[in-house]
C-alpha cells in the first residue's frame, strides 16, 4: 500500500543566507534554543539572538521573494538578545513585531525599517499572542489584540491603536522623496503606544500566559454599577502556567479612570522633582553636560486579582495554546500531560496522558465533506460545516493527532492523521 501524503509544498526557502542562522548543521532547526520563527501565509521569520531573516515562498524563482535580513539595534551594554517574533497583520499591512531580553517592544517593516520602539516592562519577553476579541459583552463588533507575555507579567496592546500607528507610519513614509530612507533614531522618541500592564506572579514568574477574553466585573462592583450606573471599567480572564501552580487564573481590570487625587499627583509630583532638578542644576552646575538619554521609566501595572489555581507538585506546566475564540486552552506539562481547560467556567474538561513533549495547534475541520462531494451541484461551505479541532504532535511517539470538538470525553473522536 502506497503512503499516503498529508502535506501540500508552498514552495523553497533555501538560500546562501540561511548559513548565518546554523543551516547546514544536523537538526539546527529544532536542538538550537534561540531559533525562533513567526509563519504567516505569505512569509516566514526566523530569528536568533541578533538576526532576523524574512523567508516568502520562492515559487518559480520569483525575485521578488528575496530574502530580508533585519539587524535590530540591541543593547551592547546589557547583552540585549532578541526573545520574541510575531507578525502582524492588518488587511494589506504586514509588519514583524520583536520583543528582546530587556523588555523591549520593536516593530519592523518588511524593508528593514524600524517603525516603532518602546519599553514594556523591565524583563524578557517570552511570546506575542495576536488574536480577534469582541469589544464588549453584548456587542457583537470585535477588534485585533496584541498580547505582550513575559515573566511574571502581561501586557495588552489594542489593535486600532497599532493600526493607526502603522497607518501613519506608512503614509509619512510615502510622502516622501522615493530616494530618502525613513529616519531611524526617531521612532524612540514618538509617542508611546497606551497599553495595560498587570503583574501576575503571585504564583511564581510562570512559562506562558494568555488574556482569553472578557469577563463580567466582581459581584459588589455590579451591584453598586446597578445602583450607580455602568460602570466604565473592563475586566480580563488571564491564564497562567508555570511550576508553582500548572494553571493559575486571574482578573485583569483596565484602569481606565482614575481617582481625582490620582490624576493630580501623577501631574504635580513629576513637575516638583522637575523643577527641584533644574534649580540643583543651577546651582551645582558643572562644566559637561551627559549626553545620555533618560531611561525610560516603566508603566506601573493595574490591579489583577487571583481567581483559581491548580498546584499538582511536581507538575509543572509547559506550554499553553489558546483556541481562535479564546474559550479553550491546551495545557502541556513535565508528567507528559495535555489538560484541556475550559477558560469560561476555569474547569479542566479533558486529560490526555503520555505525551511527552507534545505541541498543540487548534484548527477547523470541515465535518461534512462527504455529503458536499455527493452533491452533483456546486456547494460552498458555511462556518456550520466546520468544527473546532485540536491537532496534537507527538514527537516521541512520531504521530499527529485531531481531537474533534463535538464530544471531549469520546476516545473515539481521536483518529491519526500522520505517522512518521
Known amino acids: 500500500m502506497a503512503r499516503r501524503v498529508h502535506t501540500t ?23 538550537d534554543p534561540n531559533l525562533i520563527c513567526a509563519l504567516d501565509t505569505q512569509s516566514l521569520a526566523l530569528a536568533n539572538r541578533s538576526i532576523i531573516l524574512v523567508l516568502g515562498w520562492s515559487e518559480n524563482g520569483d525575485p521578488n521573494n528575496s530574502p530580508v535580513k533585519i539587524r535590530p539595534t540591541l543593547s551592547q551594554i546589557e547583552a540585549e538578545w532578541i526573545t520574541a517574533l510575531e507578525w502582524l497583520v492588518f488587511d494589506e499591512i504586514r ?18 525599517d524600524l517603525i516603532h520602539k518602546q519599553m514594556i516592562n523591565p524583563g524578557r519577553i517570552l511570546k506575542f499572542r495576536v488574536r480577534g476579541t469582541k469589544r464588549d459583552l453584548t456587542q457583537g463588533s470585535s477588534s485585533e489584540e496584541v498580547c505582550v507575555v513575559m515573566a511574571g507579567a502581561i501586557a495588552r496592546f489594542d489593535g486600532a491603536d497599532l493600526l493607526s500607528m502603522l497607518q501613519r507610519w506608512f503614509q509619512d513614509t510615502q510622502s516622501q522623496f522615493w530616494h530618502e530612507k525613513p529616519k531611524r533614531g526617531d521612532q524612540e522618541d514618538s509617542e508611546r503606544l497606551p497599553y495595560q500592564l498587570w503583574n501576575v506572579s503571585k504564583y511564581g514568574p510562570g512559562a506562558d500566559a494568555a488574556i482569553t477574553g472578557m469577563m463580567p466585573p466582581p459581584l459588589m462592583e455590579l451591584q453598586s454599577a446597578f445602583i450607580v450606573g455602568q460602570s466604565s471599567q473592563r475586566y480580563y480572564c488571564a491564564v497562567t502556567i508555570g511550576d508553582d501552580a500548572v494553571i493559575s487564573a486571574f482578573r485583569l481590570s483596565e484602569d481606565r479612570n482614575r481617582s481625582l487625587v490620582g490624576a493630580i499627583l501623577s501631574k504635580v509630583v513629576p513637575a516638583t522633582f522637575s523643577t527641584i532638578a533644574s534649580f540643583s542644576k543651577m546651582i551645582w552646575r558643572s562644566g559637561q553636560q551627559s549626553p545620555k538619554r533618560p531611561e525610560p521609566k516603566p508603566q506601573p501595572f493595574a490591579r489583577a486579582s487571583p481567581l483559581t489555581c491548580l498546584k499538582d507538585h511536581p507538575r509543572k506546566g509547559e506550554k499553553l495554546t489558546l483556541s481562535p475564540s479564546g474559550t479553550l486552552a491546551a495545557i502541556t506539562d513535565s508528567l507528559g500531560r495535555i489538560l484541556l481547560l475550559d477558560t469560561q467556567a476555569l474547569v479542566v474538561v479533558r486529560l490526555w496522558k503520555g505525551y511527552r513533549d507534545a505541541n498543540c495547534l487548534f484548527m477547523e475541520m470541515q465535518v461534512s465533506k462527504d455529503a458536499a462531494a455527493s452533491s452533483s451541484s456546486y456547494y460552498e461551505a458555511v462556518k456550520s460545516d466546520y ?18 470538538d463535538e464530544d471531549r470525553t469520546a476516545p473515539s473522536n481521536c483518529s491519526m492523521l500522520q505517522r512518521q
Open 387 to 404: 468544527c473546532l479541532c485540536l491537532a496534537i504532535h507527538a514527537p516521541r511517539k512520531g504521530i499527529v493527532e485531531s481531537v474533534a
Open 95 to 112: 509588519v514583524l513585531a520583536i520583543g528582546t531580553s530587556s523588555g523591549y517592544l520593536m516593530v519592523y517593516s518588511l524593508g528593514a
Open 9 to 31: 509544498e508552498l514552495g523553497s526557502i533555501a538560500c546562501n543566507e540561511l548559513s548565518e542562522l546554523g543551516a547546514g548543521k544536523e537538526g539546527w532547526l529544532i536542538e
